[in-house]
T-cell receptor, first 112, second 113 residues
């Protein structure tokens, strides 16, 4: 069984640019959640995808958007990057209807 | 809004001693409470969880207790070892269908050999 994977591991962007982060869910999991973890803080919920539809969103602006594909992998897109977007972005997958989420290793984004 | 408070922010214990981390949640609809361990540069790993219909759960040296009335839950680690050193996060969620996690701010545990 393959765990949750994310790519890339690290990324450096400049203010105003756009970024796409990718997540492959654990085998058999149809739900993917995305979190932003600033340095020294707990992860904050961005949104969740279930069977290719957004299924809940946290307090993040519309420039944070996502997709889920038929194979349940997912993308997080961030437009018009700001310095405060620098963080570790974690995705977590879970089987539909179950609470337990399994996290990927994260993508560390630095915005200069 | 929904909130989870976690204390202490740092905790140092001698090897072999016990460690206790406490969390308080605000949403009375929360009914699932996982605990994650995050080592430096690594992914959060689930170490134990508890559902609201249970008051206590134990797995070897790790236990979690839940007081629904007071909206408190705690992580207990006994016989601590140096490899227990990490940042621990509590979280709360509900069964609204989203299962979004509200995380605490984390506790950095140092086990001194």
């Amino acid at each position: 069984e393959t765990g949750v994977t994310q790519s890339p591991t690290h990324l450096i962007k400049t203010r105003g640019q756009q970024v796409t982060l990718r997540c492959s869910s654990q085998s058999g999991h149809n739900t993917v959640s995305w979190y932003q973890q600033a340095l020294g803080q707990g992860p904050q919920f961005i949104f969740q995808y279930y069977r290719e539809e957004e299924n809940g969103r946290g307090n993040f602006p519309p420039r944070f958007s996502g997709l889920q594909f038929p194979n349940y992998s997912s993308e997080l897109n961030v437009n018009a990057l700001e310095l405060d977007d620098s963080a570790l972005y974690l995705c977590a997958s879970s089987p539909g209807g179950q609470e337990t989420q399994y996290f990927g290793p994260g993508t560390r984004l630095l915005v200069l | 809004g929904e909130n989870v408070e976690q204390h202490p922010s740092t905790l140092s214990v001698q090897e072999g001693d016990s460690a206790v981390i406490k969390c308080t949640y605000s949403d009375s609809a929360s009914n699932y409470f996982p605990w994650y361990k995050q080592e430096l540069g690594k992914r959060p790993q689930l170490i134990i969880d508890i559902r609201s219909n249970v008051g206590e759960k134990k797995d070897q040296r790790i236990a979690v207790t839940l007081n629904k009335t007071a909206k408190h839950f705690s992580l207990h680690i006994t016989e601590t070892q140096p490899e227990d050193s990490a940042v621990y996060f509590c979280a709360a969620t509900d069964n609204s269908g989203t299962y979004k996690y509200i995380f605490g701010t984390g506790t950095r545990l140092k086990v001194l050999a």
